[in-house]
């Protein structure tokens, strides 16, 4: 295995010559439909191969969900709102009912709320995992496209098991979960993310530690500290660039004061860092979830939440997979909220996307762009 | 006077194209008929089924199902099903979930851009009717509005074991129609 080579500084290659027409820059539009996934555009400027100018082009999937969820009773929006992400759907879910409780005043049982940590925790893996498939995608490594996507399958039949659905869950119901745990769903939790944990070190070796990888991420897409905050960056990306925020352990909600587990953070802020966080976070899962199935209480699992939303306004917040994901809402007292404002983590990140490939190569898009785990569908809404 | 006469009534080159094109008309009718009638027939429909490479365009959230049957457990590729990225060697679009207005345009481009013969897979409730979000402003209600569809998909997502009936479906589809009458 040799070193990977030396980058080629760019002024022995940057042109200072103009083309016959006079102009020094070229536009490209790459996408909405590209190599990689992902229904977005971005409008990219290149002097040569050095991109000059981003910017991103959203909203193929808006749906108006914001406006949708006005129309609908609170419960009937619960499928409403996991939709945008629908690899992560717990998470946001989560978000939903935690402002809804907040206004209606109810407490959750115990029980409710480790089952909640504990479908949280599941989707996260499953959320990265997808992430990390894509990402052999982009880069066009076809191993890690199949190895996560079939590690994925061992998450989806639990939450199954759990929830009844593969991946659009509803599980999360104002005052609690609508499924009790099923029968011998603890031990095969525990063999499950045993397994997985054995799966991370393959992934290490194939991928993480492979000079094909870190030869095209390492120092790629940087972002740095002071850029990341100001950009409003949130989750494994704002992580990533060496910032210790993670709303699970500044602002903990259900299950998580009670659970032992670490935040990882990176210093460098390269493609490599915010792959490593997403790994790390993986592992930190697998270790909360045998926390939760060990740890879990007797009780009820929910408490009668009436369907009326009173008068009041509240903000609810979780950590989903892509970062902080939040619901601003208003209630007027009928079963309809007045307002509800819906902001992911994606639309977040979202401002990342040209600060990480500005001065960067064409060639080098791919990796910077998909490092930031951004998902247009969450984005959009 | 009499030249021009001449170049009307006696021109042998433009007699000759006439009665060419005429001949070229029919030889290339019992061209078509000979194909869909032998085993010849078969043979392209083979290639055809066994062979479809749908175009990697992702129009919502059940790309995350549709990534799933791709995947290690439910391998489309065994049926001949491999994703990839450039539209010109693509024959299929399955379009997965919800197509706004905005994304509507861009998907009749990319079908108008694909070469014959191709095929649409409409994939989830969405791209059927709807779906979750028909009062939504901003989005069209099924996909057969801009596009032809060979194939519904419904579930909200379908299940991985959905998608693979709908390739087979398709698939049979192609095994009985006739060579120059698809896509």
């Known amino acids: ?381 | 006077m009499s030249a021009q006469r001449t170049a009307q009534e006696e021109d042998p080159v433009a007699t000759l194209a006439e009665g060419l094109s005429i001949w070229v008309g029919k030889l290339s009718d019992l061209v078509k008929k000979v194909v869909d009638t032998g085993p010849i027939r078969n043979v392209i429909n083979w290639a055809r089924m066994y062979s479809l490479w749908p175009v990697n365009i992702t129009t919502a959230c059940c790309s995350a199902e549709f990534g799933a049957a791709s995947g290690a457990r439910h391998d489309l590729e065994r049926f001949g099903v491999l994703p990839i990225g450039s539209l010109r060697q693509s024959d299929l679009i399955v379009i997965e979930g919800t197509i706004t207005k905005k994304m509507a345009k861009r998907l009749r481009v990319i079908y108008d851009q694909m070469a014959l013969p191709r095929y649409v897979i409409a994939m989830g409730d969405c791209a059927m009717s709807g779906g979750l979000f028909h009062d939504s402003y901003s989005i069209v209600n099924g996909a057969h509005e801009f596009v032809p569809v060979d194939v519904y998909v419904p579930g909200c997502p379908p299940r991985p074991e959905a998608l693979e009936q709908a390739i087979i479906m398709l698939q049979e589809k192609i095994r009985r129609s006739k060579v120059y009458e698809q896509g």
Request: with cysteine.
């Open chain 1, 1 to 381: 295995m040799s070193a990977p080579p030396k980058p080629v500084p760019l002024t022995t290659v940057e042109s200072t010559e103009t083309s016959d027409s006079g102009a020094q820059t070229l536009t490209l539009s790459v996408g909405p439909q590209h190599s990689g996934s992902g229904h977005m555009r971005l409008i990219v400027e290149v002097d040569g191969d050095i991109i000059v100018n981003v910017s991103p082009d959203p909203g193929y999937v808006h749906r108006g969900i914001e406006k949708i969820i006005e129309l609908r009773n609170i419960i009937k929006s619960i499928p409403v709102i996991e939709r945008p992400s629908i690899i992560d759907a717990s998470n946001l879910n989560h978000a939903w009912v935690r402002s809804i409780e907040e206004i209606q005043g109810v407490e959750v049982p115990r029980r409710g709320q480790y089952l909640r940590t504990l479908l949280n925790e599941m989707n996260r893996i499953m959320s990265h995992l997808y992430w990390l498939s894509i990402y052999g995608v982009f880069l066009g490594h076809t191993t890690m496209f199949m190895w996560p996507l079939g590690d994925r399958e061992l998450f989806i039949d639990l939450a199954e098991k759990l929830t009844g659905a593969r991946i659009t869950y509803s599980y999360l119901v104002p005052g609690g979960v609508r499924r009790d745990l099923p029968p011998g769903f603890a031990e095969e939790a525990v063999k499950r993310t045993e397994y997985f944990e054995k799966r991370l070190k393959e992934y290490d070796r194939i991928f993480f530690n492979n000079p094909l990888f870190t030869s095209r991420a390492k120092g790629i897409g940087v972002l740095p500290k002071q850029k990341a905050i100001e950009l409003g960056c949130t989750g494994p990306t704002l992580r990533g660039s060496g910032v210790d925020a993670d709303l699970r352990k500044d602002e903990p909600y259900a299950a998580y004061p009670e659970l032992d587990f670490e935040v990882s953070t990176r210093p460098d802020g390269d493609s490599f860092s915010r792959a490593m966080v997403h790994m790390d976070e993986m592992r930190e899962s697998c270790k909360i979830i045998r926390q939760i199935v060990k740890k879990i209480p007797s009780g009820p699992i929910r408490r009668k939440a009436p369907i009326v939303l009173p008068r009041g306004v509240a903000y609810g917040r979780v950590e989903s997979a892509r970062g902080e994901c939040s619901f601003y809402l208003i209630g007027e007292g009928g079963d309809k909220p007045y307002r509800a404002r819906y902001i992911t983590g994606s639309y977040r990140n979202m401002a990342a996307i040209p600060a990480v490939l500005l001065g960067s190569r064409l060639a080098d898009m791919p990796t910077a762009w998909w490092s930031i785990d951004y998902w247009p569908v969450e984005a959009d809404r």
